[in-house]
């Protein structure tokens, strides 16, 4: 026993003594891991999120990666002891760093700040290209960037108001100021005359479907009082939180955008959002900003004094006009006509009376409206799971009393590594809006508040001694004045709310099938639920001069609507090298479909003004549709770079759509590009030029956005009287459009020779840019023999073209503590009409106005969309002026006077010819970036030269007939042979004589401006003013549409009533004014 003890234990001493010896390395290894931390900034003192950090062992060669979390601060928390390490830091659009010759002590943390300079490189950043990610040097085609940086700080609620003024070619516009509001973004001018005109957004990689704006219920004005609605739809990207957006990438030409086929003929617009880092533990940041929104600009209007001499004035040449024998003292019997009489109300003006009522009408319904917005987001991950999670609140109230918008939005993207192989990742993205909505838009017949409001005659108060709203006299429509509503009560006492919930989210795998090889499958939803509810009370009628008696029938209407919107892709991306030939192939195969619901409650006599619900009400009409569309596409594309000297693209899209015709289903939209980086040549030894590139590219697109249903039979129910004479009305269905088989894609070709330039070590870097544009196979509607039954059909027979140079610089001028950079673009397209229908006959349009017909003319070798009217001459000077040209019988002097276009010695219709054009000469944006040490001050200006616009708001309140207000250039008006005062102002008169109301050059005007967009001066603490909870803080200002310089009479020289309708665009008719807007806000980090 003894010695079996003593073997055991001797055994047992050497089994300790040899697995001692077998793991004491790994043991002394674990006790010799060393922390590294650090914080990156820039040479702002700017902590930079994101920042990739790598590690070298260069003794062993051993590698390790981190990277910064939204504080700007890497870790590695378990480094071997030992070393030299060399620490390296990138980050896109700044200058790689390395640190060197790190020896890591023992139970010796290591803390590493590191600063970062702005890149001289601009080929060196990567940009987000149609299925991927390229290196800027390898793009071959016309891509403009927009970083998370240039969004920041700016009081908008939809990412595209930012970006205006930033890239060359890119043209947005503001159309209304309502909060929420239009947006357009015009790439390279128009493309097509009858589909759609907006450029295909995608959205981490969904394509979204522009049905959405015909989705949120702008029908309720038509249905509810027989007149065309003047009302836009708010803007479906504002559910985009800026916040959330990391980058923006504008593919312009067809070899960059073809890659989207039939969608893409109007450019492509790519946002990807911000995702998680690999950066451990959870950082925190809040950005936040409130302040208040001012009109712009308000319309210079007659006081009521010089109102009321107007009025009279008016008044008297009418009746003389009339009655040469009469005179101004005649009495109101005997002068007879309302259009002759002078109202009671007017005499104590003209009496010159102080103290009398003299109301501002815009003042009445413009206010001063608060704006505040918070985003909280959360963002961290390890080398396995990743994810960026915010939430954010918008609530914005519009500067015309009775409109706001707000937002409640939530993201949650998350990316996880399942295996060294295996990628998945989601990304949910719920919102909420709420809508306060008000027609502040179109005539005042309309209900339109802001007519109303410029046309309401100032004698008249907007709220009655006891505080209620004030009826206006109702003798005044007795003597011939205009019957509007008060506005104020237009702007309170109509109910239109619009709710909007979103879901926009997406997941996908993605395998790496070999090295260099992968294979990625995508699902994702745009969900859409619209809700809306309007209702125009009974006391409205009581709030204007009374012509058929009051209170009103109460109406009303109830819509909803929602939309699914799915995508599946498949893609396979193989990237590999031979020698110095690199290649990356891609294959694709995707569908969507597309599925909208609408229905509509439309109902009058409800029982009292407290119940406003739809089902209370007597229904008078109802409508319910539903709609699909469907997309089935393949795809792929190869790039190859030679010695990154020499780079070719070529890419094929094929499409399938639901869309077009039986015999044309299908559409290819291949492409094909290259580039010379001549500043790689061995041979290219130019001190001065430090990168030199030169591209060019042609390709082809098309135009998916018509109507889903426009080449088939579609059917109309009708009412049809049968039988044996007794009148008996039985339903039925007629044919309501032939089908077209033959109907296929709007074709846009396009070649774009382009050329980047690097100077002084890139402290100078141009872009330059030509393309020209064909797009043919237009839709329209054609005259087809009467035998068919329809007078005409939707063909393919159109075509037009866009040519266009662009221009891009940006300079570093100052670095250092004190740095100052500029940013500068200018583009001009050319647009141009080819060919139209049978004969090349005009295309003429009322552009929907509803109210006047024949504004707009579309003609070969013009713009699209010329305005169409009358060339004015101004007015008849004398008796004289009247016989030596051609006129109207019954013009008189200080009537206006028309140009004899045709020369035909006369004055009518044949006269009127293009007048103006809603297109520019050219774009232009300019920014510059001052900082030092913790201060930075950034503006940025914005200009429009050349475009004109139809200001149909001058034929109301410039139409010198008195019977509403007038602007103020009326006192410029003719009065005599003597005094014809501007020449331009005809003279006052309540009867219009020589057709002076029809439309003319008169009513358009030069629509050129130079706005102050944006102005932001901003502090940033550095580290030791903040405590240790906090990371980072910034404080700033800003204001947004500071000021305007511009010619324009209107509100907005931006402004676009009907953005989209291409044979209408640039008209203003009582268009929401843009606010200018100042904030106080915070970025802080922790």
Not at 128 to 134: K, S
């Amino acid at each position: 026993m003894d010695l079996f003890y003593f073997n055991a234990r001797k055994w047992e001493r050497w089994t300790i003594l040899l697995v001692l010896a077998l793991f004491s390395p790994l043991l002394l290894l674990a006790q010799q891991r060393v922390s590294v931390t650090g914080t990156v900034r820039n040479d702002r003192n700017e902590t930079l999120p994101g920042v990739s950090v790598t590690a070298t062992n260069t003794s062993t060669g051993a590698v390790s990666s981190a990277q910064t979390n939204a504080a700007g601060v890497f870790q590695f928390t378990n480094l071997p002891a030992g070393g030299p390490y060399n620490f390296r830091f990138t980050f896109v659009g700044l200058e790689p760093l390395v640190l060197s010759g790190y020896t890591l002590k023992d139970n010796s943390p290591l803390h590493l700040p590191a600063t970062l300079k702005e890149t001289t490189s601009s080929l060196n950043q990567v940009v987000v290209v149609g299925y991927g990610v390229q290196k800027r040097r390898e793009v071959t085609g016309a891509v403009s960037s927009i970083r998370a940086a240039q969004l920041k700080d700016q009081p908008v609620s939809s990412f595209q108001q930012a970006i205006a003024g930033k890239v060359a070619g890119v043209q947005v516009i503001q159309n209304t100021g309502a909060p929420g509001g239009s947006i357009s973004v015009r790439i390279r001018g128009l493309n097509s005359i009858s589909a759609g005109i907006d450029p295909l957004y995608v959205v981490d990689g969904f394509p979204l479907s522009n049905d959405l704006k015909n989705l949120q219920g702008t029908t309720d004005v038509v249905n509810i009082t027989g007149q065309a609605s003047f009302q836009k739809s708010p803007d479906p990207l504002s559910t985009l939180n800026s916040d959330d957006i990391e980058s923006i990438e504008i593919l312009k030409d067809a070899s960059a955008a073809s890659i989207y086929g039939s969608r893409a003929s109007n450019g492509v617009v790519l946002i990807s959002t911000k995702k998680g880092k690999r950066e451990g533990p959870p950082s925190f940041s809040y950005n936040a900003y409130g302040g208040f929104q001012q009109v712009s600009k308000k319309i210079k209007m007659l006081d009521a004094y010089q109102w009321a001499k107007l009025s009279y004035d008016a008044k008297n040449n009418a009746y003389l006009d009339a009655k040469p024998t009469g005179s101004i003292n005649d009495d109101n019997a005997t002068r007879g006509n309302s259009n002759f009489q002078i109202a009671p109300e007017i005499l104590p003006y003209l009496k010159g009376e102080p103290g009398l009522v003299n109301t501002d009408w815009q003042d009445a319904v413009f206010r001063t409206a608060p704006v505040q917005n918070h985003t909280l987001s959360a963002s961290g991950g390890n080398d396995k799971f990743q994810y960026y999670i915010s939430g954010n609140y918008l609530d914005q109230k519009g500067i015309v009393i009775g409109s706001g918008y707000k937002r409640y939005g939530v993201r949650a993207n998350m990316t996880a590594n399942l295996t060294p192989r295996l990628k998945v990742g989601i990304s949910l993205n719920p919102t909420f809006d709420h809508y306060d909505l008000i027609n502040s838009e179109g005539p005042w017949t309309f209900d339109g508040i802001l007519s109303n409001a410029l046309k309401a005659a100032p004698i008249f108060p907007v709220y009655n001694p006891d505080g209620s709203l004030a009826t206006n006299k109702q003798n005044v429509w007795a003597y011939g004045y205009s019957g509007g509503e008060n506005p104020v009560a237009l702007a309170t006492q109509i109910e239109d709310k619009l709710d909007h919930i979103r879901n926009l989210g997406n997941i996908y795998g993605e395998y790496t099938i070999i090295k260099g090889l992968t294979f990625k499958t995508f699902f994702g939803t745009d969900i859409n639920y619209f809700n809306r509810n309007y209702y125009r009370p009974s006391t409205l009628g009581s709030y204007k001069p009374i012509q058929q008696g009051a209170p009103t029938i109460p109406k009303g209407s109830a819509q909803t609507a929602q939309s699914v919107n799915w995508l599946w892709e498949n893609t396979l991306n193989y990237h590999f090298e031979v020698s110095k030939h690199h290649f990356d192939v891609l294959a694709g195969y995707t569908s969507q479909k597309n599925t909208t619901k609408a229905n509509e409650t439309v109902g009058t006599g409800f029982p009292n003004d407290a119940v406003h619900t739809i089902n209370a009400a007597t229904i008078t009409s109802g409508t319910s549709n539903t709609s699909q569309w469907s997309l089935l596409s393949y795809l792929g594309r190869i790039n190859y770079n030679y010695n990154d000297k020499y780079f070719v693209s070529a890419s094929l899209r094929s499409d399938g759509s639901s869309r077009f015709g039986a015999n044309n289903k299908w559409g290819y939209f291949p492409s094909i590009s290259g580039g010379w980086l001549i500043s790689n040549e061995a041979f290219f030894k130019v001190p001065v030029i430090s990168e030199l590139k030169a591209r060019v590219s042609y390709g082809t697109s098309g135009n998916f956005q018509i109507a889903n249903y426009a080449s088939y039979d579609l059917l109309a129910s009708n009412n049809y009287i049968l039988g044996n004479g007794s009148g008996t009305v039985v339903n039925g269905a007629g044919l309501a459009q032939p089908a077209n088989p033959d109907l296929t894609w709007e074709k846009t070709v396009q070649f774009n020779a382009g050329l980047d330039l690097g100077l002084f070590s890139n402290r100078i870097y141009l872009n330059a840019d030509y393309y020209k544009t064909t797009t043919s196979d237009l839709l329209l509607n054609v005259p087809v023999p009467f035998s068919s039954g329809f007078a005409t059909a939707l063909r393919n027979v159109g075509k037009v073209q866009n040519s266009g140079v662009e221009f891009g610089v940006t300079t570093h001028n100052l670095t250092g503590a004190f740095s100052w950079n500029t940013s500068f673009n200018i583009s001009a397209n050319k647009n141009k009409v080819l060919q139209l229908g049978p004969g090349n006959a005009p295309i003429l349009s009322d552009g929907g106005n509803g109210t006047i017909s024949q504004l707009f003319i579309t003609a070969v070798g013009q713009p699209i969309g010329s305005y169409y009217g009358y060339v004015n001459g101004g007015v008849f000077k004398d008796q004289d002026e009247i016989n030596a040209y051609p006129h109207y019988a019954t013009a008189k002097p200080g009537d206006r006077r028309f140009v004899d276009v045709n020369g035909d010695k006369k004055i009518d219709a044949n006269d009127r010819t293009a007048i103006g054009s809603y297109f520019p000469d050219y774009i232009w944006g300019l920014t510059n970036e001052l900082r030092f040490r913790g201060f930075d001050l950034s503006v940025s200006l914005q200009g429009v030269q050349g475009n004109e616009i139809l200001n149909l708001q001058r034929r109301f309140i410039f139409n010198m007939e008195g019977n509403a207000n007038q602007m103020a250039d009326a006192a410029l008006s003719w009065k005599s042979p003597q005094d014809p005062g501007d020449g331009n102002v005809m003279r006052p008169n309540r009867v219009t004589n020589a057709n002076s109301a029809q439309i003319s050059s008169f009513h358009v005007e030069d629509g050129s401006f130079v706005r102050l967009r944006n102005l932001t001066v901003g502090y940033t603490f550095n580290s030791k003013q903040l405590g240790n909870h906090v990371r980072s803080l910034r404080l700033y200002l800003s204001g947004q549409n500071i000021y305007t310089w511009t010619r324009y009479t209107g509100y907005n020289p931006e402004v676009n009533a009907r953005p989209d309708n291409p044979l209408s665009q640039g008209e203003d008719y009582g268009t929401y004014p843009l606010p200018k807007t100042f904030i106080a806000g915070l970025n802080l980090s922790f």
